[in-house]
């Protein structure tokens, strides 16, 4: 086994524009023309494709490219129980000139996990290390899904089956500090989180927007969030990295959020107990190095 860990001088965050034969495998699906196996199939291909090229250019991570995935996110509460999704009508429409359609993701019971998916997905990627190269599972942060069901949109279906929103913080907790072992177990040492929740709260108007909460509430839920991933990030093993990945949307290149990390950098650079951060800087959207300074690591 690859002894390889993040982070690495140069790296990515994992994933990659599909191949189009992947896209119309994967239309084709949609429509009932191919089974479920050829699809997996066309996927094992583009992404056996993917890491020759990632191997190729030099890099020392491999990915698959999130090719398994439909989106960045929700694939990973789909591989829940008490998670059902089913197709949008108005899409998501926070991103900047265009609705992302996207399947609506709901809630129907409490959330629990048996065997995700995304453990067998790795294995695929893990049995295409060599020396020079580790394997990198990427998938939504705890926080991040606990924000997606407590929002302004979902919270009131959620506290159906909840008596509080930390009750349910409890059940997001269990359920990664299962995957996080299974993902240790096949083998993988290295977990990127991808965190968009803190890409939102840089902006102000849609902070309060898409939580729900007043503005003066704002600091105790980054306090929630960081509690929550620092819980499960305690969960690992010591050989285990786990790094972060915050970004503002990225939907057909278009974008959800602008922002400097000012507001947030307190709770999430000072705090939140992540081996390194990938982000966006030192650009307009979102501004400049100086909130870096806080980081609690060198």
Same mark, same amino acid.
């Given at each position: 086994m @690859?002894?390889?860990?993040?982070p690495?001088?140069y $790296?990515?965050?994992? @994933?990659f524009?599909?191949p189009e034969k992947? %896209? %119309? *495998?994967?239309a084709e699906?949609?429509?009932?023309t191919i089974?479920?196996?050829e699809?997996?199939n066309?996927?094992?291909?583009c992404i056996r494709?993917?890491?020759?090229k990632q191997k190729? *250019?030099g890099?020392?991570?491999i990915t698959d490219?999130?090719?398994r995935r *439909?989106?960045w996110?929700?694939?990973?509460m789909?591989?829940?129980n008490?998670?059902?999704h089913?197709?949008?009508?108005a899409g998501?429409?926070t991103?900047d000139?265009e609705?992302?359609? !996207?399947d609506?993701?709901?809630?129907?019971?409490? !959330?629990?996990?048996?065997?995700?998916p995304?453990v +067998?997905?790795?294995?695929?990627?893990?049995?295409?290390?060599?020396?020079?190269?580790v *394997? %990198? #599972?990427t998938?939504p @942060?705890?926080?991040?899904v606990?924000?997606?069901?407590s929002?302004?949109e979902?919270?009131e279906?959620?506290l159906?089956f909840y008596?509080? =929103?930390?009750?349910?913080?409890d059940? !997001?907790?269990?359920?990664y500090v299962?995957? !996080?072992?299974?993902?240790?177990?096949?083998?993988?040492?290295n977990? #990127?989180? $991808?965190?968009?929740?803190?890409g939102?709260?840089v902006?102000k108007?849609?902070a309060?927007?898409l939580?729900?909460?007043?503005?003066e509430?704002?600091?105790?839920?980054?306090d =929630?969030l960081v509690?929550?991933?620092?819980?499960?990030i305690?969960?690992?093993?010591?050989?285990m990295?786990i790094?972060?990945h915050?970004?503002?949307?990225?939907y057909?290149?278009?974008?959800f959020? @602008?922002?400097?990390y000012d507001?947030?950098a307190e709770?999430?650079f000072?705090? +939140?107990n992540?081996?390194?951060?990938?982000?966006?800087?030192?650009?307009?959207r979102?501004?400049?190095?100086?909130p870096?300074?806080?980081?609690?690591? #060198?």
């Amino acid at each position: 086994m @690859s002894t390889l860990h993040e982070p690495f001088r140069y $790296d990515y965050v994992g @994933s990659f524009l599909r191949p189009e034969k992947l %896209k %119309k *495998a994967r239309a084709e699906f949609d429509k009932g023309t191919i089974t479920r196996e050829e699809l997996t199939n066309v996927e094992d291909e583009c992404i056996r494709e993917l890491v020759a090229k990632q191997k190729k *250019a030099g890099y020392h991570v491999i990915t698959d490219g999130e090719f398994r995935r *439909a989106t960045w996110h929700l694939d990973f509460m789909w591989g829940l129980n008490g998670i059902e999704h089913k197709k949008t009508v108005a899409g998501n429409t926070t991103f900047d000139g265009e609705a992302a359609m !996207i399947d609506d993701t709901f809630m129907t019971g409490r !959330i629990s996990v048996d065997r995700h998916p995304f453990v +067998e997905h790795f294995r695929f990627v893990k049995a295409l290390e060599d020396e020079n190269t580790v *394997a %990198k #599972q990427t998938m939504p @942060s705890p926080g991040q899904v606990y924000a997606f069901f407590s929002g302004a949109e979902l919270k009131e279906k959620t506290l159906e089956f909840y008596d509080s =929103l930390e009750q349910f913080a409890d059940d !997001i907790v269990n359920v990664y500090v299962r995957i !996080i072992h299974d993902l240790y177990e096949a083998g993988c040492r290295n977990v #990127q989180l $991808d965190d968009c929740v803190w890409g939102g709260l840089v902006n102000k108007e849609m902070a309060l927007s898409l939580t729900g909460e007043k503005e003066e509430d704002l600091p105790k839920l980054m306090d =929630l969030l960081v509690d929550i991933n620092n819980r499960v990030i305690a969960s690992k093993p010591s050989d285990m990295t786990i790094t972060s990945h915050v970004c503002r949307g990225n939907y057909h290149s278009t974008y959800f959020s @602008s922002g400097a990390y000012d507001t947030v950098a307190e709770p999430l650079f000072g705090r +939140e107990n992540i081996d390194a951060y990938y982000l966006e800087y030192d650009d307009e959207r979102s501004g400049g190095f100086e909130p870096l300074k806080i980081c609690n690591r #060198q």
